[in-house]
């Protein structure tokens, strides 16, 4: 049988067991060693479920209690000073859990670390701070106790770590301003290596073979001083005992696959799903020896994959490398929900569709069968149920939408243009009346625990139409008073109806399909639960309207209508991968360009379009940004366009890095932009003063990722060193993101104070 492995496994559980184990821990209901037994109790479970699909390695250090590359972070003993770190003491969980959220149930609260996204995913990762002549240690035992679980319960174990140079690249400091390529970086290798060197050294004593060290900047744009440290990274590395497999992902290696050609590595894994064509040039550059890994079952997507199309692609292949040819996923699995055989509602055709974690591993299994020529009943049975599953989906008639590609084919010819900013502002402080630093908030308020209830007994025909319209009515009402009482100037409506801001408006656009445990980890304990984009997408009717309209008659003070925008709802979903993405996303923006004009019509003189996965959707090789911003941005227009040039555009951007975009950015054209700047320290703002960023700006003051409250002297600080950056008559105050995992008791003491700070600077 070939040899089969796995780049990584979902450490939530199917029921997000990890996710409530971490939160009844922070709220002091459960202890440490109750915590971790949960996590134990996880990873054998997870083990277990890879080892049945017959791996002949299974990774282990996949687990992460928030994420990967903070739990490498910690393990390297590169804790910030102002966590209090002992530099001879193990750093403990709660300590990795204040750097992660500001606060733990023990420990000194302090300002989190920055969190961004990792690559072009809505995974996020806790980024390294970085000091000159920073030293690191093995500070914690996570990896190494993890291992010898493994082989205790008598798994093959391939251990797997974030390698030297991606998480310099990733890391950030004030010494190394030219961004993640800046050359000084690499100076720390001299301290960092002897440590790398040491956890591998300990690995081979356990009994480890090998080991993968994730390198996934390899598929960057990277300075010729990067590409020249691989040689002297793994000419040290290699000395150590174990066999390494360098892992690339998401994108081709292109010009770097030359950065491999006598590296000294025992194989190397590259992505074929997202870049089959970087194949050629990888055997080209790999020797006999070197174990080549191709990924080709899709870990980014939920999609069944073609098995017979891949049998004929890998013949010559398998021919060629023998036993020298590994096989799995493209990436880690991490990004696509646990196990399909939780799903008991979703309808049989379309389910029939579909392939999770589990299945995946399922289909890797059927594919190393086939390679290598079986003639077992069950395997071949298994492949024709594979195949039939692909056939019906090809030829259902449920994908596609006569009305929609009509109007499509259409769109063209509907304007994108309005007005310039210049003189749309003026109507717009006319019509809306805002005083100076104006305040306001993301859109979301927190979700009690009988909001979730009285939504959940909705949906289940357990709760009335009526009653569940009166519940949420209520709520509108509750969080209006409330943003009045503080002193807000524009106004939101909370959101109690909306479960998730992506999959609340597919479950009423058409094209789309639920799961019921289809979660997936997006930072931390916030999992999300990805809509599924099967087919064509229509708006058979308003989706906001009612409850904007609602919200507005209660007040005088402008409501904001609330919408997810196209390009982010196409990238938090999974979308269907038999047209292009800009296809969908086109489809999308006309169904939002309907509801935007139905706001404008029902009275709502400000609408917000959040667009969070903006710069996510970038393409990973700058060559290709082009024509990705080209689209994204027309999508953008697409649906704000058709407004009056007195209603006023929002968009809410977050944990981006914008400095390379901002053109972009600007070219969407919206009134006011919010964004998140207060775990960066209004890092971000120096694109928006480079470029003379021309229309209104809310740089967060507020960081609703930590419970922690921030002090009025706080958010004036930042909000002084915005107006030094960018004039003040442009400026909004407001948190970074939605309220909606936030307690009411720390949303009204951080939005009061906010409120005073926003007071503050008017008269200052």
């Known amino acids: 049988m070939t040899f089969t492995h796995n780049l990584g496994f979902p450490r939530i559980g199917v029921q997000r067991e990890l996710k409530r184990a971490q939160e009844a821990y922070w709220a002091g209901d459960i202890n440490q060693q109750e915590l971790e037994t949960v996590g134990r109790e996880l990873r054998a479970r997870h083990w277990e479920t890879q080892a049945r699909s017959g791996l002949s390695l299974v990774p282990v250090g996949d687990f992460a209690w928030y994420d990967h590359v903070l739990e490498w972070t910690t393990l390297l003993g590169a804790v910030p000073a102002r966590f209090g770190q002992p530099s001879d003491q193990p750093v403990a969980l709660d300590t990795l859990f204040r750097m992660a959220r500001g606060r733990a149930p023990s420990g000194t609260p302090a300002a989190a670390c920055e969190m961004t996204k990792w690559f072009d995913t809505n995974y996020h990762y806790i980024v390294p701070e970085l000091v000159p002549q920073q030293t690191y240690r093995i500070a914690r035992e996570a990896l190494f106790d993890q291992v010898r679980e493994a082989i205790e319960l008598g798994h093959p174990v391939k251990p797997v770590i974030p390698g030297p140079l991606t998480w310099l690249w990733l890391g950030k400091g004030d010494a190394f301003a030219q961004g993640a390529g800046d050359p000084a970086k690499l100076a720390l290798l001299d301290n960092l290596l002897p440590v790398y060197a040491e956890v591998l050294e300990r690995l081979h004593t356990l009994g480890v073979e090998w080991v993968q060290i994730d390198e996934p900047i390899l598929v960057q744009d990277l300075p010729d001083a990067w590409k020249q440290a691989f040689g002297r990274v793994y000419q040290t590395l290699s000395a150590n005992g174990v066999s390494i497999l360098l892992a690339t992902y998401f994108e081709s290696l292109q010009d770097n696959v030359s950065v491999l050609k006598g590296l000294p590595v025992q194989g190397v894994h590259v992505d074929l799903v997202r870049a089959p064509e970087q194949l050629e040039s990888v055997l080209q550059v790999l020797d006999a020896q070197q174990v080549l890994s191709v990924g080709v079952i899709d870990g980014r997507n939920i999609w069944r994959s073609d098995l017979d199309a891949l049998t004929e692609k890998l013949g010559s292949l398998v021919s060629q490398r023998g036993d020298k040819l590994w096989l799995a996923p493209s990436c880690s699995l991490l990004h696509v929900p646990v196990d399909l055989d939780a799903e008991q509602a979703l309808d049989a055709e379309l389910k029939s569709w579909l392939s999770f974690a589990t299945q995946k591993l399922d289909e890797l299994r059927l594919l190393a069968a086939s390679v290598s020529g079986t003639d077992d009943p069950a395997i071949a049975k298994a492949l024709q149920q594979q195949r039939d599953a692909l056939q019906a989906r090809r030829s259902s008639k449920r994908i596609h939408n006569v009305v929609v590609q009509q109007r499509l084919a259409q769109s063209d010819a509907v304007s994108r243009t309005r007005a310039p900013f210049s003189s749309r502002i003026v109507l717009q402080k006319e019509r809306l009346g805002l005083p100076a630093f104006p305040t306001t908030t993301i859109g979301s308020f927190p979700q009690t625990i009988e909001i979730r209830k009285q939504r959940r007994d909705w949906k289940q025909g357990v709760l009335g139409d009526a009653a569940y319209e009166k519940a949420m009515r209520e709520e509108i009402e509750r969080v209006v008073r409330f943003q009045e009482e503080i002193g807000l100037d524009m106004l939101v409506h909370g959101e109690p109806e909306r479960n998730d801001m992506v999959e609340y408006f597919g479950e009423l656009l058409g094209g789309f399909a639920f799961t019921q445990n289809g979660w997936v980890q997006s930072y931390g304990s916030r999992c999300v639960k990805p809509p599924v984009i099967f087919g064509d997408v229509a708006r058979p009717a308003a989706m906001t309207v009612a409850w904007s309209a609602y919200a507005q008659s209660l007040t005088k003070k402008p409501v904001k209508g609330m919408l997810t925008g196209p390009v982010t709802i196409l990238q938090w979903s999974f979308v269907r991968d038999d047209q292009p993405r800009e296809t969908t996303c086109r489809q999308l923006a006309l ?122 002297d706080w958010m004036v600080d930042l909000m002084k060193k915005a107006a030094t950056k960018l004039p003040a008559e442009q400026l909004w105050v407001n948190p970074d993101c939605g309220l909606k995992t936030r307690g009411w008791a720390e949303t009204r003491a951080a939005l009061t104070a906010m409120v005073k700070a926003a007071e503050t600077l008017r008269y200052t």
């Open 591 to 712: 169904a939002l360009r309907d509801e935007v004009n139905d706001l404008e019509a029902a009275g709502i003189a400000a609408i917000q379009i959040d667009e969070p996965a903006f710069r996510e959707g970038l393409p990973l090789r700058r060559a290709d940004w082009q024509t990705y911003l080209d689209w994204a941005v027309d999508c953008f227009k697409l649906s704000t366009s058709g407004v009056r040039d007195d209603t006023q555009i929002h968009t809410h951007m977050c944990y981006s890095e914008f400095n390379d975009i901002i053109e972009s950015i600007a070219a969407m054209d919206a009134d006011v932009i919010t964004i998140e700047t207060s775990r960066s320290n209004m890092e971000l703002l120096q694109a928006f003063e480079d470029f003379h960023y021309p229309n209104d700006i809310g740089p967060g003051v507020y960081d609703i990722h930590s419970p922690n409250i921030p002090a009025l």
